[in-house]
Antibody
């Protein structure tokens, strides 16, 4: 079955850019929408944005000016960049698949990767 | 943004008893053309990602025990666990996927009494 795996640096300095990749295995990245979600320590879930395999995107306005999501279909991967990070960007970052189109539930999630913003 | 509000924030229920969690959206998440409410329920255990339990407000995901059920439409929704098991201890989140930005409730922590 489809599995997702997040990867990237666990520590990022303030004002720098956070970069993460989600690798899709056991299935194709094509024909699905893919999201990034984050969860600060001890807090709830925040949707960051999604990308379609064709490259179209939709971002949360709360982060839109700092977020870029891209896709590499040849590698079956999609990526997240968050620029100008601060301590409030410290969180577990998850990638997830939407079933049934962009307006569909997120049925497959990665295990998450912890990113700490600190000097 | 659609604001999702869950109640209660925490809940303690005896094993074998019923647990009920409520979720209210600040505007309707019912799409009239297909009569579907764009509402999911997730279960999150410590150190794990959220797990999809219920979508379209009342459709159980494959493999989810039938003691979990979802109900409601429009703006008011309920997740019911008919007979609480020890493995159901978790935080439960509702989420709307009617419009972006997709938003989650604050979570309800379910414990054993």
């Amino acid at each position: 079955q489809v599995q997702l795996q997040e990867s990237g640096p666990g520590l990022v300095k303030p004002s720098e850019t956070l970069s993460l990749t989600c690798t899709v295995s056991g299935g194709s990245i094509s024909s699905y929408y893919w999201s990034w979600i984050r969860q600060p320590p001890g807090k709830g879930l925040e949707w960051i944005g999604y990308i379609y395999y064709s490259g179209s995107t939709n971002y949360n306005p709360s982060l839109k000016s700092r977020v870029t999501i891209s896709v590499d279909t040849s590698k079956n991967q999609f990526s997240l960049k968050v620029s100008s990070v601060t301590a409030t960007d410290t969180a577990v970052y998850y990638c997830a698949r939407h079933t049934g189109g962009y307006s569909g539930p997120m049925d497959v999630w990665g295990k998450g990767t912890t990113v700490t913003v600190s000097s | 943004d659609i604001v999702m509000t869950q109640s209660p924030d925490s809940l303690a229920v005896s094993l074998g008893e019923r647990a009920t969690i409520n979720c209210k959206s600040s505007q309707s998440v019912l799409y009239s053309s297909n009569n579907k409410s764009y509402l999911t329920w997730y279960q999150q255990k410590p150190g794990q990602p959220p797990k999809l339990l219920i979508y379209w407000a009342s459709t159980r995901e494959s493999g989810v025990p039938d003691r979990f059920s979802g109900s409601g439409s429009g703006t008011d929704f309920t997740l019911t666990i008919s007979s609480l098991q020890a493995e159901d201890v978790a935080v439960y989140y509702c989420q709307q996927y009617f419009s972006t930005p997709y938003t989650f409730g604050q979570g309800t922590k379910l414990e054993i009494k």
